[in-house]
């Protein structure tokens, strides 16, 4: 998805020329514990993400819903989990427009391993085929996000990054330089997290 120019408050929705690095984790100063945040290297918050039930009148109902919220609290995506590994991101809190911004597709399901294809909406898709493959293991907090042979983005454990004294929670989301928005490679991140259930 490119965004060169979005109307959007959050940072990483432009055209950038070096890497950023976010570090994720559930234990983040002035978050409720537990909420999955977003910080830049200065500690800002970011990004979080809120988790609320499935709405039981849509049909058929998600499996699971998840909002990614900026800094000031304003929903960016809702992100709905359905059926056989299939996920799909709309704008803002989805209550009643349902404005589609892409669909994720899981290919591959291991112990140890996941594969996503990523097909980005109407005008927003490059080609035919998928847009982003994603591929790593959940359970590490580790992958890859790449639109076709480049690297978007990567995650790694901050503490395999022989950080002293860091959390086994604590990890670090570092987005190449593109057009390709933060908030979406969150949104993904978020997707591959649970891509094993």
């Given at each position: 998805?490119?965004?060169?120019?979005s109307?959007?408050?959050?940072?990483g929705?432009?055209?950038?020329h070096?890497p950023?690095?976010?570090?994720g984790?559930?234990?983040?100063?002035?978050?409720l514990?537990?909420?999955?945040?977003?910080a830049?290297a200065?500690?800002?918050?970011?990004?979080r993400?809120?988790r609320?039930?499935?709405?039981?009148?849509?049909?058929?109902?998600?499996?699971?819903?998840?909002?990614?919220?900026?800094a000031?609290?304003?929903?960016?995506?809702?992100?709905?989990?359905?059926?056989?590994?299939?996920?799909?991101?709309?704008k803002?809190v989805?209550?009643?427009?349902?404005e589609?911004?892409?669909?994720?597709?899981?290919t591959?399901?291991?112990?140890?391993?996941?594969?996503l294809?990523?097909?980005?909406?109407?005008?927003?898709?490059?080609?035919?085929?998928?847009?982003?493959k994603?591929?790593?293991s959940?359970?590490?907090?580790?992958?890859s996000?790449y639109?076709?042979?480049?690297?978007?983005?990567?995650t790694?454990?901050?503490?395999?990054?022989?950080?002293i004294?860091?959390?086994?929670?604590?990890?670090r989301?570092?987005i190449?330089?593109?057009?390709i928005?933060?908030?979406?490679?969150?949104?993904?991140?978020v997707?591959?997290?649970?891509?094993?259930k």
């Open positions: 998805m490119e965004l060169e120019n109307e959007s408050s959050y940072p929705s432009g055209n950038w070096i950023i690095d976010l570090f984790s559930k234990k983040h100063a002035g978050v514990g537990g909420v999955l945040a977003f830049d200065s500690g800002n918050i970011v990004f993400v809120n609320h039930p499935p709405n039981p009148n849509s049909s058929p109902p998600p499996k699971d819903k998840k909002l990614l919220l900026d000031a609290g304003n929903t960016i995506f809702s992100i709905y989990r359905h059926q056989n590994g299939c996920w799909k991101c709309y803002g989805n209550d009643g427009n349902k589609l911004v892409f669909r994720v597709q899981r591959l399901k291991t112990l140890t391993k996941v594969e294809e990523v097909y980005f909406d109407g005008e927003n898709s490059t080609h035919e085929g998928c847009d982003l994603v591929k790593g959940p359970f590490q907090k580790s992958c996000i639109k076709d042979a480049d690297l978007v983005a990567q790694s454990l901050m503490y395999k990054l022989h950080q004294y860091v959390s086994r929670g604590k990890f989301l570092t190449f330089p593109g057009t928005d933060h908030a979406l490679i969150v949104a993904l991140f997707i591959f997290l649970n891509g094993r």
